[in-house]
C-alpha cells in the first residue's frame, strides 16, 4: 500500500473530484454533490498562509488508479484559557465500502498523527461516534474533557461538533481542562 500526501493549497481538479466523490458516497447529504465538494477541496485552503510545515494535505491511497481511502490533516487554531492553539485537525476519515478491514484507515491515521509525533503539531482533535472510538484509542487518543464551542457561530454556545465523541492525539502532554473555542465551525 503506497500513501500519497496531496497537499491542499496546491490541489488538481482531478484529485479534488476523486476525494469529493469518495466524500459523498461514504457521507451523503442533500445538496452536497461532487460538484461542491469538488469546489470546497480546490479552493478552500489556496490562501493558506501558516507554517510551511503543518501545510493542509489529504493522506489517499488508491487502488488500481481509483481512491480508496482518504484522511484530512489541516492545521486549526483553537483558542484555550491564555492563548491560541494550532492542533491537527484530523476529518473525513474514510474507506470504500469493499477495502474496509485491510488496514488502509489504521495506516492513514497513524500518518496523519505522525505529523504529532514528529513535532509539527502538539495535539490532533476530532470527533467520531462512539462505535469508532476504540479504534482511536489503540493509537492512544483520548475523550477530550472540555466542553466546545465556537465563539464565531450564531449560536456560540452551541456544540459545533455533529459527532458524540470529541478525541484528542496523544493522551498525554498538557491538553487542556477548560472550555475550548474552536474558532469557527466543526470539522
Known amino acids: 500500500m503506497q500513501i500519497e500526501t496531496i497537499d491542499r493549497r496546491t490541489i488538481q481538479e482531478s484529485d479534488a473530484r476523486a476525494i469529493a466523490e469518495l466524500l459523498v458516497s461514504i457521507w451523503p447529504k442533500p445538496g452536497r454533490t461532487v460538484e461542491t465538494r469538488t ?3 480546490l479552493n478552500y485552503w489556496r490562501d493558506y498562509k501558516g ?4 501545510f493542509p494535505r489529504s493522506f489517499v ?3 488500481n488508479g481509483r481512491l480508496v481511502a482518504h484522511a484530512d490533516a489541516s492545521p486549526r487554531t483553537i483558542k484555550v484559557p491564555g492563548h491560541d492553539l494550532t492542533v491537527l485537525a484530523l476529518a473525513r476519515v474514510c474507506t470504500t465500502p469493499e477495502t ?3 488496514g488502509l484507515g489504521q495506516a492513514l491515521v497513524k500518518k496523519a498523527f505522525d505529523l504529532v509525533d514528529n513535532g509539527t503539531y502538539p495535539f490532533a482533535l476530532f470527533q467520531t461516534k462512539e462505535t469508532v472510538r476504540p479504534f482511536y ?3 492512544g487518543a483520548a475523550v477530550a474533557p472540555n466542553r466546545f ?4 457561530a450564531e449560536d456560540p454556545e452551541a456544540d459545533p461538533f455533529w459527532d458524540p465523541v470529541i478525541m484528542y492525539y496523544p493522551n498525554r502532554g498538557n491538553w487542556p481542562a477548560a472550555d475550548v473555542d474552536i474558532n469557527g465551525p466543526g470539522w
Not at 51 to 54: C, D, P, S, V
Open 39 to 41: 469546489e470546497e477541496l
Open 51 to 54: 507554517a510551511e510545515a503543518q
Open 61 to 63: 491511497v488508491r487502488e
Open 100 to 102: 474496509r478491514g485491510q
Open 137 to 139: 484509542e489503540k493509537f
Open 149 to 152: 464551542y465556537n465563539a464565531q
